[in-house]
């Protein structure tokens, strides 16, 4: 497995990095931002093998032009969204071999934030773009609750001890969210307070395992109780199925 580093770039985007250090080679996933990467790859002497690009929004597709003015990579983009220079167009159930980073990616369809947003993943990993967050998830530009309800149970079925690679450093402002959609979760508690703790020494909160998501984040608990009670309250309604609950709380976030 290649090792994997973020670049911050703009406010609060994370550039991920797989990099294989025996033979210098790396894979670049969303570049907001070009120069931060070049930086990076000269001062570590690394090649690109490929761009992995999750949806089409400018702060995680704006590198990609002076990227490949300066090297010849192949850039994988999702198959109905428009990506300038995309070379290879990724759909659900394709596999993208990296041969040089000894890593196969498989791709799922994650429509909600955007309509044709992918996610890229193996046994031990995923790069969720802006559709799963670390303790939250994307609001829903282009898609329908029910959409983006339907792609959040996909990651949720990923095994547990996967590692959650998204797009933005958001977790602590998303678990103050949660913490009060569910005020009596011990585990969210706990978590916001490791989470502060790795803020405050200016460290990456990033990665995260899903197992954490499903016991701290609301939008992968829109069956459990405490959260089906919470939304309930909250919209004034009774809600019975988890899309329902799922619709709420990311309304409940939209004006939190
Ligand atoms: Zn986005």
């Known amino acids: 497995m290649p090792h994997i580093i973020p670049i911050p770039a703009l406010k609060d985007n994370y550039i991920w990095m797989l990099i294989n250090s025996d033979n210098q080679h790396v894979a670049i996933v969303d570049p907001s931002e070009a120069q931060p990467v070049i930086d990076y790859m000269n001062q570590e002497n690394l090649t690109p093998v490929a761009i992995l690009i999750t949806h089409h929004h400018w702060d995680h597709v704006g590198g990609i032009p002076d990227l490949v003015a300066n090297y010849s990579v192949p850039v994988y983009t999702p198959a109905t969204e428009t990506v300038k220079f995309s070379t290879n167009l990724v759909t659900e159930g394709d596999k993208i071999e ?25 046994e031990e990993l995923v790069f969720s773009g802006d559709t799963l967050f670390t303790a939250g998830c994307g609001r829903m530009f ?27 450093e958001y977790t602590e402002a998303n678990l103050s969210f949660a913490g009060t959609v569910e005020p009596s979760n011990p585990d969210i508690q706990a ?4 989470v502060q703790k790795l803020r405050k020494s200016g460290k990456p909160t990033i990665p995260s395992t899903l197992a954490l998501e499903k016991k701290t984040n609301p939008f992968l ?10 939304a309930s309250t909250h919209s ?13 709380i990311r309304q409940w976030k939209d004006d939190f």
């Open 191 to 194: 978590r916001l307070h490791e």
């Open 98 to 122: 990296l041969t040089e980073l000894d890593i196969v990616l498989n791709v799922l369809d994650v429509p909600g934030h955007t309509a044709g947003a992918v996610a890229y993943y193996n």
């Open 236 to 248: 004034g309604q009774t809600l019975t199925d988890s899309t329902q609950v799922f619709a709420a």
């Open 221 to 230: 608990r829109c069956e459990v109780d405490s959260v089906v009670q919470s």
């Open 142 to 168: 282009e898609g329908t609750p029910k959409q983006m309800h339907h792609s959040l149970t996909k990651f949720k079925s990923l095994p547990d001890n996967t590692l959650l690679y998204c797009g933005h």
